[in-house]
């Protein structure tokens, strides 16, 4: 009984919150089930309205938008009702925040929702998108670029600080949709007018390009396809500064687009990626990365953070999503700590399999649905790879993502080998080793978890040991000893059992 009010405690303290974007070509509207523990939304749609359509010829939002735009806030406001999110977080970026009737559409939306509508400076775009970007990356130190249908949004950001933030007027459907009497001059010459006009990104040598928005992601899905990567993940994708200019050469008009058949770029996508490289080009070129990086977190993940007044870049978001990621798939016993606690001591910090990844692992791997062993290993192993945790980069989700998998079966099986071709030697031995310790905790746990409190596994010297009160020696299993004796040949170590 007391665990079954626990439980409902933790599942009716969830804080519902919505963040709708109204943006110069979309609209989107996600819904957080608690957004302090996990950053993945619940409820992700969009809707293509173009509301800057017309904005370079008009100086207005365009009709058809706007009443497109109507009909689809009514359904969301509909949806809101029904799931009961009274929360709700309604932004405007550059095409309302230029429009001469923005002001009026503004009030439409206020009242559809009866809820303020804030409508962001370029400024305040900026910093938001830098905000989402540091939450879902470890440490973020270069440019963040977040290209939309209005603006481009750049911020400069050092060991987690936002130090510059500026907002340019090229955003791909505002220059798609110039006017004739303004196409006399090139789009590549407005690009360079305006990237040259901030005198802090003229003298920036960037170690990383953080790239945000739609198109852009476009382009990195074409890369992915291109390589034939095997992650099919976008957040934290990371490419060389010299591979995205070649990119961007290869993608930089239709008639490549369309040789290469590129079945990513999606339709609507195809009129705006030219524009894109371009933009994207230029900046490589001014700021040399040595990487570009791929985020799918942005201005609306910054602009949760700043209204709610979290401060979850000052957190272990890892931790926090481990635990609401364990309490959501039942473990409400949080057994993965009992096997983090059993394990942790036989591993010191390691940049080819950090300490911070243990957790992920025990929690993550952390299946029994009754499936034989090599299928559970493979659906973990898949799990992981495609968990939506931000925090985790492409070579921490193969590492994790294996070491699962050899908790649940022998070593001497493999998944997939184009994914181990992702990690070095060095990085896929750790890995076993991590899997091994799990299997040697599995072994235990396999009457009851508890029996990891009672014994315990260090290292000293040469020797890992397995210690076990008199009272609990019946836990020993030969199938136990066979997997102590698989951990230590594993670690090149030797092995010991001490009985007390």
């Known amino acids: 009984m007391l665990l079954q009010k626990v439980i409902k405690q933790k599942i009716f303290s969830a804080k519902k919150e919505a963040v709708i974007d109204l943006g110069s070509n979309s ?76 002001p009026y559409f503004k009030s439409v939306v206020e009242k559809i929702f009866d809820n303020q509508v804030e409508i962001l400076t370029g400024e305040q775009e900026a910093e938001r998108s830098a905000l989402g970007v540091i939450l879902g990356f470890e440490k973020v130190d270069g440019i963040v670029a977040d290209l939309g249908g209005g603006s481009l949004e750049l911020a400069k950001v050092k060991n987690g600080l936002i130090e510059k933030k500026a907002s ?20 590549s010459e407005i690009i360079s007018e305006n990237l040259s006009s901030i005198s802090w990104l003229k003298k920036t040598k960037a170690k990383n390009l953080y790239v945000v928005g739609g198109v852009w992601r476009t382009l990195l899905k074409a890369d992915i396809f291109l390589k034939k990567y095997p992650l099919n993940v976008l957040h934290q994708y990371q490419i060389t500064g010299e591979e995205a200019l070649d990119l961007c050469l290869s993608l930089d008009d239709k008639k490549k687009l369309s040789s290469l058949k590129v079945d ?25 990365p040595e990487k570009l990086q791929c985020s799918i977190s942005g201005v609306r993940e910054g602009t949760l953070i700043v209204k709610s007044g979290y401060k979850l870049t000052e957190h272990d978001l890892l931790n926090n999503f481990i ?58 192993f898949a799990q992981i790879l495609n968990t939506p945790a931000l925090s985790l980069s492409h070579s921490d989700r193969v590492k994790v993502a294996l070491a699962g998998f050899w908790r649940h079966c022998s070593v001497k099986y493999y998944p997939d080998r184009d994914y181990v071709s992702l990690l070095s030697n060095n990085e896929i031995l750790i890995a076993r080793q991590v899997g091994a ?10 009457i009851s978890t508890i029996f990891l409190d009672n014994l315990s596994l260090s290292k000293k010297g040469n020797t890992i040991i397995l210690s076990v009160p008199n009272q609990h020696s019946q836990i020993v299993t030969k199938s136990v000893q066979k997997r102590l004796k698989s ?14």
């Open 27 to 102: 609209i989107r509207m996600l819904i957080y089930e608690d957004f302090e523990k996990s950053q993945i939304p619940i409820f992700n749609e969009k809707a293509v309205c173009s509301l800057g359509n017309s904005l370079e010829l008009t100086g207005k939002l365009d009709p058809l938008g706007v009443q497109y735009s109507v009909s689809v806030l009514e359904r969301f406001k509909n949806i809101l009702d029904n799931s009961k999110v009274s929360n709700i977080n309604i932004f405007a970026t550059a095409a309302v925040r230029d429009a001469k009737d923005g």
């Open 168 to 187: 340019l007027p090229i955003g791909v459907l505002r220059l798609f949709n110039r006017p004739k009497k303004k196409k006399t001059k090139k789009i």
């Open 264 to 288: 990513q770029i999606t339709k609507s996508r195809t009129n705006y990626i030219p524009i894109a490289t371009n933009i994207l080009k230029q900046l490589l070129l001014m700021i040399a």
């Open 323 to 380: 635990d609401y990621s364990a309490f959501r798939t039942g473990d409400y016993g949080e057994n993965y700590l009992k096997y983090y606690n059993f394990i942790k001591d036989i591993f010191k910090d390691n940049e080819n399999f950090p300490v911070r990844l243990l957790k992920p692992t025990c929690s993550l791997s952390n299946m029994d649905w009754g499936l034989g062993a090599f299928q559970k290993a493979e659906l973990v």
């Open 437 to 446: 310790a799990l299997r040697l905790a599995s072994g235990i746990a396999a």
């Open 487 to 500: 951990l230590s040949k594993e670690m090149e170590l030797d092995f010991k059992i001490l009985y007390s």
